[in-house]
């Protein structure tokens, strides 16, 4: 059984920081990309960023390039989303994607206030 637990959202105020990570078991981790993903209330999920098998590969949304980094721990089966100079536009709900997989985690909130 695959599964994905997000963790380390919460609140901060505009410029702060935060660092999500998102363990996964069930899957080979080390063979699949990963992929961070957030959900606004009322909006589409929409791609913040993806991290290829070796973590050599990277690409970023360009809503949040310079500001966050992904990094990916192998031997760990785990994902990390380093936040930094948070924007109140960035709250949303993160979750964590093998990538092109309907694997998802349950999601971590994070909220920015002004």
């Known amino acids: 059984q695959v599964q994905l637990v997000e963790s380390g959202g919460g609140s901060v105020q505009a410029g702060g920081s935060l660092r999500l990570s998102c363990t996964v078991s069930g899957v080979t981790f080390s063979y699949y990309a990963m992929g961070w993903f957030r959900q606004a209330p009322g909006k589409e999920r929409e791609f913040v960023v993806g991290i290829n098998w070796s973590g050599g590969t990277t690409n970023y949304a360009d809503s949040v390039k310079g500001r966050f980094t992904i990094s990916r721990d192998n031997a760990r089966n785990m994902v990390y989303l380093q936040m930094n100079s948070l924007k109140p536009e960035d709250t949303a709900v993160y979750l964590c994607?093998?990538?092109?997989?309907?694997?998802w985690g349950q999601g971590t909130q994070v909220t920015v206030s002004s």
């Open positions: 994607n093998v990538y092109s997989t309907n694997y």
